[in-house]
């Protein structure tokens, strides 16, 4: 069985992303220096503590091979989430998912992008 991760991205970072074939993490990803993602069940709450009110959001569907390093660590909120202290290759991505804005400021995601 596969364990996927979730990463939320601008439309900007996931173009850069897919021209440079490989992802290093957002600014702030960079300046913690892991790439915070999520498990299926925390992409709401992410979303809602980090991105509220924010459009031009791409939702990443990640396998991450065994070998990579991924640390569970306690959130601000006392909730572990996965962290990646490595990048990500573009063959890791294995769906896109578009991210709707809502005009309350949250969101929802409907479609394959």
């Known amino acids: ?4 991760f979730y990463k939320i991205v601008t439309k900007r970072e996931w173009s850069d ?3 440079k074939n490989f992802f290093y993490g957002t600014r702030k990803d960079l300046k913690n220096k892991n790439i915070n993602l999520s498990k299926k069940n925390q992409i709401k709450k992410t979303l809602q503590k980090h991105y509220l009110k924010k459009k031009n959001l ?5 396998k991450i091979p065994q070998n990579k ?4 660590e306690k959130s601000s909120n006392g909730e572990v989430f996965p962290h990646l202290y490595y990048y990500l290759d573009l063959s890791n991505v294995e ?3 578009k991210i709707f804005l809502k005009k309350n400021g949250s969101h929802f995601i409907l479609s394959k992008y």
Do not use: S
């Open 1 to 4: 069985m596969k364990n996927f």
């Open 17 to 19: 992303f897919k021209k």
């Open 58 to 62: 791409v939702l990443l569907k990640i």
């Open 69 to 72: 390093r991924i640390i569970w």
């Open 95 to 97: 769906n896109t998912y």
